[in-house]
Antibody, heavy 118, light 107 residues
Framework: QVQLQESGPGLVKPSETLSLTCTVSGGFIRNYHWDWIRQPPGKGLEWIGDIKTSGSTNYNPSLENRATISLDMSKNQFSLKLTSVTAADTALYYC????????????WGQGTLVTVSS | DIQMTQSPSTLSASVGDRVTITCRASQTISNWLAWFQQKPGKAPKLLIHRASGLQSGVPSRFSGSGSGTEFSLTISSLQPDDFATYYCQHYYGYPWTFGQGTKVDIK
């Protein structure tokens, strides 16, 4: 089981950049993908994107090229940056991981709430 | 994008009931489907991977079936701990998308 913990500011101003970090206890595992998922208050889940240990990334086109996911293996962390945020980006943000080809996320962080407001 | 549609949106049931939730994909996804359970204030919990694979530690009263475009999650005998919201998610090509959720509440 992989332990994950999100961290970052809980409040971001409109038009600014949301930055979150996920710390991976025990370090990265090869052939896993490392994902960000969000959930607006009272609503459903939206997959944001992922990064593999190779460094390749995939994003949800719904975010219109505003998301960037990066990996820092020396710190056992992966990060999400979301630019030009609006109130619609207010959500509980989760990091999650799974072996490539597993077909499901067995491991999740506890989530961190980010509110976009001036 | 592949759209995932769950039915029903809400399901009222009693302890001991057999419960089935359906998830339909807008195009074939083979067996690239997972089911999650989410309780208020908690992260989703993986129940089923690859459509029918029971995740380690998940009670055997949960089962998944289906392939192609039609899938189902069945709880054979609903327990008090099972009242929650359930989501399906496909993994067949990016972007991965979730169903809108099915809330199982007490009748």
């Amino acid at each position: 089981q992989v332990q994950l913990q999100e961290s970052g500011p809980g409040l971001v101003k409109p038009s600014e950049t949301l930055s979150l970090t996920c710390t991976v206890s025990g370090g990265f595992i090869r052939n896993y993908h490392w994902d960000w998922i969000r959930q607006p208050p009272g609503k459903g889940l939206e997959w944001i994107g992922d990064i593999k240990t190779s460094g390749s990334t995939n994003y949800n086109p719904s975010l219109e090229n505003r998301a960037t996911i990066s990996l820092d293996m020396s710190k056992n962390q992966f990060s999400l940056k979301l630019t030009s945020v609006t109130a619609a980006d207010t959500a509980l943000y989760y990091c999650a991981t799974a072996p490539e080809g597993y077909g499901g996320f067995p491991d999740w962080g506890q989530g961190t709430l980010v509110t976009v407001s001036s | 994008d592949i759209q995932m549609t769950q039915s029903p949106s809400t399901l009222s049931a009693s302890v001991g009931d057999r419960v089935t939730i359906t998830c339909r994909a807008s195009q074939t996804i083979s067996n690239w489907l997972a089911w999650f359970q989410q309780k208020p204030g908690k992260a989703p919990k993986l129940l089923i991977h690859r459509a029918s694979g029971l995740q380690s530690g998940v009670p055997s009263r949960f089962s998944g079936s289906g392939s192609g475009t039609e899938f189902s999650l069945t709880i054979s005998s609903l327990q008090p701990d099972d009242f929650a919201t359930y989501y399906c998610q496909h993994y067949y090509g990016y972007p991965w998308t979730f169903g809108q959720g099915t809330k199982v509440d007490i009748k």
